[in-house]
């Protein structure tokens, strides 16, 4: 398996971990957001098949990180309708692993590309990648401040979230 194959083959996983993740979040917001990035993997695994098959193929930009940050506006509402079970932070955490794994190959593609249209395609991939990573670390931390974060009120200077 070359170097592309095996970044389709890790898009494509991504696609269907996100899937069954909004699978699991039906019927609150994350399921929209989980959507979204599985269907942004869908379309990366089809830029790196047009990319190895040599044909034309379109860098666009997206929405996900702002419709994301939309979602994440009311941090309350998020938090209350998102049940916090430590097993679903853990799969979270796995995902943070995995958008990094994808940061890290495509930094080395990019670093390896030959031209300067290589070197752009996998930019954007990291690129994509990196909002990916920051929507679900706003995922984790949206989840897992309460339990981390114990304090008196009346004290202390605490960070907004």
């Not at 957001?33 to 044909?55: N, S, T």
């Not at 249209?117 to 930019?123: P, Q, S």
Request: hydrophobic share 35%; glycine share 2%; charged share 35%.
């Amino acid at each position: 398996m070359n170097a592309l194959e095996f970044a389709v083959k890790m898009e494509l996983e991504g696609e269907q971990y996100y899937r069954e993740q909004a699978e699991i979040n039906k019927g609150n917001s994350l399921h929209k957001v989980f959507l979204m990035l599985a269907d942004d993997e869908k379309i990366h695994a089809k830029l790196l098949e047009k990319k190895a098959k040599q044909l034309d193929y379109a860098l666009e930009p997206n929405e996900t990180l702002a419709t994301a940050n939309h979602v994440f506006s009311d941090k309350d509402s998020v938090r209350n309708e998102i049940k916090a079970s430590p097993s679903q932070i853990d799969v979270y955490r796995a995902a943070l692993d995995n958008e990094k794994e994808s940061i890290d190959l495509y930094q080395k593609y990019a670093a390896e590309a030959s031209d300067d249209e290589t070197k752009d395609f996998f930019n954007y991939l990291i690129q994509q990648e990196k909002e990916h990573y920051s929507i679900i670390d706003e995922i984790v931390m949206l989840l897992s401040h309460s339990e981390e974060w114990v304090e008196d009120a009346e004290f202390g200077v605490r960070k907004d979230y």
